[in-house]
């Protein structure tokens, strides 16, 4: 158990700058998630971390050491990759025991670590296969426990789920975080899927165009968005967000006069992005408290528990949630409310919040 | 039957395709394969009218000639010889010209590197006769740095004969080896090198662990087609010591051409062919073999 600091991490690729001064403190046994689009240098980092690439600034320090200069081997860090990487003329038993043997550990020892592993895995019955004869969650779980018999002060995930089927990810993620709180170590995991990001993390940190956008507990960047990005990206379905303009009274959100308050920094006649989550818009019938507006239903999602209903607002559309039991079709012109509580406000221009 | 007329009703165009094609296979290959093995049934074929059946006879003539045992022998030295040359060389320059260099600089030594290749035979055989001359360019040099006290004669002596030719053919050879590594290394995923680094890997344990498994199938199939190819290899061995000095680099393809075309005996030299293709024949099924497993 070791902690992380990444101090001001800068990455260049020739005269292109992939990583502006990336900065995360990571606590000994924390879970930390790096999201974000593909290419925004969520990967890169990990990779520095790891020693796979080289850092052109800033410092990556694990325990006490700085590792900038170190080999991978020599950093106590231990990967788990998309694909695998799986060594395919190897057996189970010969991959996960391969950076003992190198490390020259007495071959009872190794025995030992393995078995002890393949058993928490429950790989001990497929330990004389071969990659090639293993399914895609086998193949996963070997590759976590090839990281797992090093023992190593830190856990190194890159895109470890995108490669199974969704069922599989759902059973996978719960192990990864079922083996976390067993193991207790420090973990960095890149995803782009927002819902592992929630699901495993203790710190989340977005990252968009080499930059981190935010960072915190998953509550936080999920109800506490800074960035206009953040709101967007996080939660599913997205979080509604449309431009309009404020009012001596509220706001005029798609022609429709909305009175509510507004951050005091704002004046009548400036434009805004107000931001809302669907959660937060759902028929007046469902007694919700805010501002009612009348919404015109393109299309109803069954999802069981609850419905999305997308409306028109104007001529802007809107994602809302229902009860799974209401029934409301395509059509239909019901009375929606804004819970304006959980209103958020963004600067269209540079994207920061409006408190 | 009708199902068979059917058949080539509706692919019938497409074996009309094919026609001549397989016409001049049987013509060119067939045919004279069937010849060879009937002449080395007979006795005095094309300079007699009428040559007498033997049957076995040259058979068992070819097998207790000393000279044929040791053309035999030679060509199995030359043969492991120049495979093994093949692959050391060509795999150590496959990895050199993959590794991450300048990406012009790569381009033009991977283009230098598969020249020797391109020359036909006569123009590697001449050109080495010239290196090799006693008072060629290789025996200056090595005068000049002082590993050797007088000119050698490579191609000549018979104790250093065979070595020379190893050498042209190492140099003629290893391109090809080069190439298929090359490709068969390009496909190897990153993410393993970078496993392996991570599992503490350093240069070696990852050509062993990583590199050498994963172009094993390209290793087994480009090296048996490289020994059904120099097995029964001429023109270089003819154009460079013409299977001398004596017989010291004699091999079974210079001496089936010695038996057909300076001792006119084609009864013979079909014999040979005949222990060649055998032998050749035999390779070739492992090949296939090897190929369809892949697929």
Known sequence: MSKIEIRNLVKMYGAHQALHGIDISIAPGEFCVLVGPSGCGKSTTLRMVAGLETISGGEVVIGDRVVNGLKPKDRGIAMVFQNYALYPSKTVYENMSFSLRLAKMPKPEIARRVNDVAQILELTPLLERKPGALSGGQRQRVAMGRAIVRDPEVFLFDEPLSNLDAKLRGQMRAEIKRLHQRLNNTIIYVTHDQVEAMTLADKIVIMKDGRIEQQGTPDEVFHDPDTLFVAGFMGSPPMNLIDCIVTPTGIRLSEVEIACDVPPSLTSGDKVVFGIRADDLRPSSEGAEGVPIKAHLDLIEQLGTENLAHFRLGHTEMIGKTDGRTALSAGDTPSFTLQMRHAYFFDPATGARLR | ?295
């Not at chain 2, 045992?69 to 030679?74: E, G």
């Not at chain 2, 030299?269 to 035999?282: H, M, P, R």
Request: aromatic share 14%.
């Open chain 2, 1 to 295: 039957m009708t199902r068979i007329i059917q058949g080539f009703r509706a692919q019938g165009t497409a074996y009309l395709f094919l026609l001549p094609c397989l016409v001049i296979l049987g013509a060119l290959l067939s045919v004279p394969l069937y010849k060879v093995v009937e002449y080395s049934l007979y006795d005095n074929v094309i300079v007699e009218r009428n040559p007498t059946f033997v049957g076995l006879q040259n058979y068992r003539d070819l097998l207790t000639d000393g000279a044929y045992w040791s053309a035999s022998l030679n060509t199995i030295l030359f043969t492991i010889g120049s495979v093994v040359g093949h692959i050391i060389v060509g795999t150590g320059l496959a990895l050199l010209v993959n590794s991450d260099i300048n990406r012009h600089a790569q381009t033009l030594f991977r283009s230098l590197l598969i020249l020797p290749w391109i020359f036909t035979a006569v123009v590697v055989a001449l050109n080495w006769q010239l290196l090799l001359n006693p008072f060629g360019v290789v025996n200056y040099a090595l005068g000049q740095l002082g590993l050797i006290d007088e000119p050698l004669d490579w191609l000549g002596d018979p104790a250093l004969a065979m070595w020379s030719l190893l050498v042209i053919s190492t140099w003629r050879g290893y391109p090809f080896i080069m190439v298929s590594f090359l490709s068969g290394l390009q496909s190897i995923p990153q993410e393993l090198y970078e496993a392996a680094e991570i599992d503490g890997a350093g240069f070696f344990a990852k050509f062993w662990h990583v590199t050498i498994p994963q172009l094993k199938p390209v290793i087994y199939g480009v090296a048996l087609l490289d020994l059904i190819w120099t097995f029964q290899l001429f023109p270089l061995v003819w154009l460079t010591t013409g299977g001398g000095p004596g017989r010291a680099t004699e091999v079974l393809s210079t001496m089936t051409f010695r038996f057909a075309f300076v001792d006119f005996e084609f009864s013979k030299a079909a014999t040979a062919a005949v222990s060649i293709l055998v032998i050749s024949a035999a390779f070739t099924i492992l090949y296939l073999r090897n190929e369809t497993r892949k697929i």
